[in-house]
């Protein structure tokens, strides 16, 4: 079991910042990854950043230059900073982590979520 608590979401002016957090609590020895989706009303859930145990990251074309994503192990924390926001990133962000379990040597993967933070970019 992981359990996830994101927080720093608000509201903030077109071309404003504003720093997410995710703190991770359970088992995180079997997270293998963690990262941020997105979803806005009518719309699908999309992949904003992710990074790996081993500190690889990848992040979505529409946000690169933009957000940064990065982890604090000794935390058990991803962030994400977002800067030089746009309307069209508003979203309810969700945090999530990969955890890995084995069960006689077969790896078996599950995905855990935060319960999301609202981001509201509007002037």
């Known amino acids: 079991q992981v359990q996830l608590v994101e927080s720093g979401g608000g509201l903030v002016q077109p071309g404003g910042s504003l720093r997410l957090s995710c703190a991770a609590s359970?088992?995180?020895?079997?997270?293998?990854?963690m990262g941020w989706y997105r979803q806005a009303p009518g719309k699908q859930r999309e992949l904003v950043a992710r990074?790996?145990?081993?500190?690889?990251?990848n992040l979505a074309d529409s946000i690169k230059g933009r957000f940064t994503i990065s982890r604090d192990n000794a935390k058990n924390t991803v962030y994400l900073q977002m800067n030089s926001l746009k309307p069209e990133d508003t979203a309810v962000y969700y945090c999530?982590?990969?955890?890995?379990?084995?069960?006689?040597?077969?790896?078996?993967?599950?995905?855990?979520w935060g319960q999301g933070t609202q981001v509201t970019v509007s002037s």
């Open positions: 990074i790996t145990s081993d500190g690889s990251t």
């Open positions: 999530n982590a990969r955890a890995v379990y084995r069960a006689y040597g077969i790896p078996h993967e599950y995905n855990y």
């Open positions: 359970g088992s995180i020895f079997s997270i293998n990854a």
